[in-house]
C-alpha cells in the first residue's frame, strides 16, 4: 500500500498591487490649469473671428460683388468672411478637444495614448496638454 503525502499548502495569492497613478496629483492639476487657460484663449479667439466674420457682411452693400478685370481679385470681402469662419471653426474645435481632456483628467485616462494604450510622455502633454496620441501614432508611424 503507498503511502499518501501530505497535502502541501499552497502559497497565497498575492493581492494585485494597487495600480500606480500615471502622474501625480500636482502635476494634473497643473495641467488642469494650462488646459483652462487656452480653452479661454481659443474662445475668445473664436468669438471674435466669428464677430469679424459677421460684421464684414454687415459692412457689405448688396451688389458689392465685382468680378471684372479690374478688381481682380473678386469678392474680397467673402474671402476674408470664410477665412475668419474658417479660423473660428478651428478654435471651436481646439474648445472640444480641451474640454475631452479635461474629462479625461477627471476619469483619470488623462496621459494614455488612445490607439496604443501606453502613457504619453510628459514632454508631449506639456506642449500639448490635451493630445491624445503618443508622436508615432499622430504622425502615421504605427
Not at 483652462?36 to 474662445?43: K, N, T
Not at 473671428?49 to 465685382?66: F, H, M, N, T
Not at 479660423?87 to 474640454?99: K, T
Not at 508631449?124 to 508615432?136: G, K
Request: hydrophobic share 35%; with cysteine.
Amino acid at each position: 500500500m503507498a503511502t499518501k503525502k501530505p497535502a502541501t499548502k499552497k502559497p497565497a495569492a498575492k493581492k494585485p498591487a494597487a495600480k500606480k497613478p500615471l502622474f501625480d496629483e500636482k502635476y494634473l492639476e497643473k495641467q488642469r490649469r494650462l488646459l483652462l487657460e487656452e480653452r479661454g484663449r481659443y474662445i475668445t479667439s473664436a468669438t471674435r473671428l466669428k464677430a469679424e466674420a459677421d460684421s464684414l457682411v454687415e459692412e457689405r452693400e448688396p451688389g458689392d460683388v465685382q468680378f471684372d478685370e479690374e478688381s481682380g481679385e473678386g469678392d474680397t470681402l467673402a474671402v476674408e468672411r470664410e477665412r475668419d469662419l474658417a479660423l473660428s471653426a478651428h478654435a471651436r474645435a481646439a474648445v472640444d478637444q480641451i474640454d475631452a481632456a479635461l474629462a479625461r483628467i477627471d476619469n483619470g485616462t488623462y496621459g494614455i495614448c488612445r490607439v496604443s494604450g501606453k502613457p504619453i510622455p510628459r514632454q508631449r502633454l506639456n506642449a500639448i496638454p490635451w493630445a491624445t496620441e503618443r508622436v508615432e501614432h499622430k504622425a502615421g508611424g504605427f
